[in-house]
C-alpha cells in the first residue's frame, strides 16, 4: 500500500537543472522523514537531502555546496529535489525514501523506498 514514485529525471547538460517529484501515499507522512539518496554505478548510495514532514526542518550534504534543495507541497503529499548547477558527477539514480531515521544521512534507517529516476548529466 505504501508507494513512493518518483519523476523527473532525465538527461542534461552540465549547468543545467532539473526537478525531481516523489510522490508518496499509504503513509502518514507527518509522523515521517523524506530523503534523497543517488546511486552512481559502482557506487554505494549516497545521501542527498532530507525533510521532515512536520516542521519542515531540511538537511543537505555538505558536498552539494548549495546546489540543491528540498521541499514539501502538503497539498499533494509531494516532495521535490531541486537541482541546479548539475555537474557530471551528478549522474546517478535518484532515489526518494520515507522512514523515521535517528540518522537522516543513513540509507538503512529508511523503510519505504521508490522505484528511482535516473539524473545523466552531460560534459
Known amino acids: 500500500q505504501v508507494q513512493l514514485v518518483e519523476s523527473g529525471g532525465g538527461l542534461v547538460q552540465a549547468g543545467g537543472s532539473l526537478r525531481l517529484s516523489c510522490a508518496a501515499s499509504?503513509?502518514?507522512?507527518?509522523?515521517?522523514?523524506m530523503g534523497w539518496f543517488r546511486q552512481a554505478p559502482g557506487k554505494e548510495r549516497e545521501f542527498v537531502a532530507a525533510?521532515?514532514?512536520?516542521?519542515?526542518?531540511?538537511y543537505y550534504a555538505d558536498s552539494l555546496k548549495g546546489r540543491f534543495t528540498i521541499s514539501r507541497d502538503n497539498a499533494k503529499n509531494t516532495v521535490y529535489l531541486q537541482m541546479n548547477s548539475l555537474k557530471p558527477e551528478d549522474t546517478a539514480v535518484y532515489f526518494c525514501?520515507?522512514?523515521?531515521?535517528?540518522?537522516?544521512?543513513?540509507?538503512?534507517?529508511?523503510?519505504?523506498w521508490g522505484q528511482g529516476t535516473q539524473v545523466t548529466v552531460s560534459s
Open positions: 499509504g503513509l502518514t507522512l507527518s509522523a515521517y522523514a
Open positions: 525514501a520515507a522512514g523515521v531515521p535517528g540518522d537522516l544521512g543513513a540509507p538503512y534507517e529508511y523503510d519505504y
Open positions: 525533510i521532515r514532514w512536520s516542521g519542515g526542518s531540511t
